[in-house]
């Protein structure tokens, strides 16, 4: 099954994105559970439910089986966009329990891929377990810290580095653990607003610079080496409007979280351009290219 986007195009038009997640390219690499849920959405609502959760920041009516495969279809799309080859590596760090970057993966080499994540949170991985046991790529999972990426990769041997909504965990984590909290064994749902009114702490006393700046920079400064020149980056981040007010939530941190990142990219000198692709918003999508 090809991927129906042609380069050049304006990347994630809503009726192509629904085209793959209803029946198409991203429909068919889904598992049988995922499948149903799409599936037991009544067609005249559908097109709606995508047009939602390709919305920046996310509505409060959003399908969560819709917006899983949204956001595969788009990773998809952009693989496509950069001309990726189809039997592509693909590194991952914090996975958790989700699947977007998998299923494009997946979608996009035919499942000719190979796929490597490192995460820490153990129920997370049992969950994503249960969600992949029908993918044919070779797909190898490493519970660890990604910051100790450097024992088990090799430079040069990814093609696309994909940091799906985890710049939040990597700064969650680096804040959290300091203070107590085994982000291995929690649960991390229940557990994420304590991590997350701890970042807004550390970011309101201005410690970030200390804490949570150092850690995710050593992850992205592995996973450049990692990618071979020519190689990519992708990094995104989604926000719920319905946290906007919320006295807890730091949401300028939180919708700046992409900008804040290329700016400290930026900065630090690494070797990568970045990408711009017709359509995709740079407040919460970044495509860096790796410089040969
Ligand atoms: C809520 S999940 C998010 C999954 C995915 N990024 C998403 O947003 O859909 C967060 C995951 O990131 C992992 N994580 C956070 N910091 C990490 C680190 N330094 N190394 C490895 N995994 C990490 C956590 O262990 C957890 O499994």
Redesign the pocket.
Known sequence: MQNAFSVGELLWEPRRVAEAIGSGIIYQNLGEQQRKELDEIPKAEFLDKVIGALMDPKPLDICMPVLNAVLAAQYCEVFRAMNLPTKLSVYE??????T?VIIAAEAHSEGRANYLT????KK??EELKTKIGHLRMAVRIIE????RALEHLQPDSIDVACF???VN??L???VSEPRGMD??AVD??PN?RKMIEWLAEDVAEGRLEQRGKP?LMQ?IRDAVGFVRPGGYLIFDHFNWRRFIGVDWFPWDLFYNLIPMTRRWIAESGLPVTEVEMPGVDRQWWMVLRVSE
Not at 93 to 98: A, D, F, K, L, Q
Not at 144 to 147: K, L, P
């Open positions: 760090p914090c996975v958790g329990g989700s977007p490192i995460n820490l949170n997370l991985l660890d810290n990604a910051q799906h909504h985890a965990d990597l969650q984590t680096a982000t291995t991390w749902f994420e850690e992850v």
